[in-house]
């Protein structure tokens, strides 16, 4: 009896491989049917709205390769606790302008980047 369940599980394995054969195909090949700009980084949009004494911002992207980056950067430095969002709140003081970037990278070194210089708003939102 044991010995039918030795046979059982070869055959069953084998059986499913001959069922499904492009699970024997190579990942190279498997990759290999992707195009090149269906995979290309891409900036979808990018915005800043001002309310008061604060800058509400987002980017989109689509495309790229895993894994994704985003960094933003304000008055030209980076600021850490904002790496990888696609929205942030950002406080600014009212009447001035302030550089804003986003630089969006995937594994491949591609990168995309949005950038505006809105002007700081005073009042109520």
């Known amino acids: 009896m044991r010995r039918s369940h030795k046979f059982v599980l070869p055959a ?4 499913g491989l001959l069922a499904t054969p492009a699970l024997l195909t190579s990942p190279a090949s498997a990759s290999s049917t992707t195009t090149a700009s269906s ?12 309310l008061a004494r604060r800058f509400l911002c987002s980017v989109s992207f689509s495309g790229g390769v895993a894994p994704i980056a985003i960094r933003w950067f304000v008055n030209g430095g980076n600021v850490p606790s904002f790496n990888d969002r696609t929205f942030v709140g950002i406080g600014c003081q009212p009447g001035f302008s302030v550089p804003i970037r986003a630089v969006i990278s995937d594994a491949t070194g591609a990168s995309v980047q ?12």
Do not use: K
Request: hydrophobic fraction near 35%.
């Open 12 to 15: 069953v394995l084998a059986a």
């Open 39 to 50: 995979m290309s980084l891409t900036l979808t949009g990018g915005s800043c709205e001002a």
């Open 114 to 125: 949005f950038s505006t210089s809105p002007i700081c708003r005073s009042g109520n939102p």
